[in-house]
């Protein structure tokens, strides 16, 4: 079983940054793929970014091209999300995940279907202020 631990999120300003963190724990880490999601107020849960469980390979959502940027840490079991220039439009929930840890390469529309991971954290909720 593997629980995950959202944190690094806040009030923050138009313009700003985040860099939100995942830590896991009780399971070997580096066996999993991993994904972010976020969930705005009213609307359903989105993909926001994927990392392959050695890191090789990340994907994100064409909304975030470019501003996001998905990495990990096998040695200290956390996943990250750096936010740059964060708009109101990123407020939301962002939830990490993790998939059943088989150590196996897919595609990006793999990272970006929720039923594919298996593990999800309680969320820390980002709000941007304009």
């Known amino acids: 079983q593997v629980q995950l631990v959202e944190s690094g999120g806040g009030l923050v300003q138009a313009g700003a940054s985040l860099r939100l963190s995942c830590a896991a724990s009780?399971?070997?880490?580096?066996?999993?793929?991993m994904g972010w999601f976020r969930q705005a107020p009213g609307k359903e849960r989105e993909f926001v970014a994927g990392?392959?469980?050695?890191?090789?390979?990340?994907y994100y959502a064409d909304s975030v091209k470019g501003r996001f940027t998905v990495s990990r840490d096998n040695t200290k079991n956390t996943v990250n999300l750096q936010i740059n220039s964060l708009t109101p439009e990123d407020t939301a929930v962002y939830y990490c995940?993790?998939?059943?840890?088989?150590?196996?390469?897919?595609?990006?529309?793999?990272?970006?279907?929720?039923?594919?991971?298996?593990?999800w954290g309680q969320g820390t909720q980002v709000t941007v202020s304009s």
């Open positions: 995940a993790a998939d059943s840890g088989l150590r196996l390469y897919y595609n990006s529309g793999y990272y970006s279907t929720e039923r594919n991971y298996k593990y």
């Open positions: 990392i392959s469980w050695t890191g090789r390979n990340t």
């Open positions: 009780g399971g070997t880490f580096s066996n999993y793929n």
